[in-house]
């Protein structure tokens, strides 16, 4: 089973930027959906952002013109890049993959505070 490792997160001020990792220990080229969803304190989780095999994608209103998702297939690796960061961006981050099974990672905590 494949399993993925969250990293990049910290503590960002409101309107920088920050870039999620979600390395996967095998191959995700063939995964059918590649996932961030996101816990903010007291909330439930959220999606964020899915890439689809056919390389559609799906944003949350609250980010859509602000956060991207991309893979690189060679490093088996997906990328959440973060601009415009919010107060309201504060969450835990976790990366979700859908394959031949459904691997989720452990979640990095991402904090935008002045």
């Known amino acids: 089973q494949v399993q993925v490792v969250e990293s990049g997160g910290g503590l960002a001020q409101p309107g920088g930027s920050l870039r999620l990792s979600c390395a996967a220990s095998?191959?995700?080229?063939?995964?059918?959906?590649m996932a961030w969803y996101r816990q903010g304190p007291g909330k439930q989780r959220e999606l964020v952002a899915r890439?689809?095999?056919?390389?559609?994608?799906k944003y949350a209103d609250s980010v859509l013109g602000r956060f991207t998702i991309s893979t690189d297939n060679a490093k088996n690796t997906i990328y959440l890049q973060m601009n415009s960061l919010q107060p309201e961006d504060t969450a835990v981050y976790y990366c979700?993959?859908?394959?031949?099974?459904?691997?989720w990672g452990q979640g990095t905590l991402v904090i935008v505070s002045s």
């Open positions: 979700h993959v859908l394959a031949s099974d459904e691997v």
């Open positions: 095998g191959s995700i080229s063939n995964a059918y959906t």
């Open positions: 890439l689809y095999r056919g390389g559609s994608t």
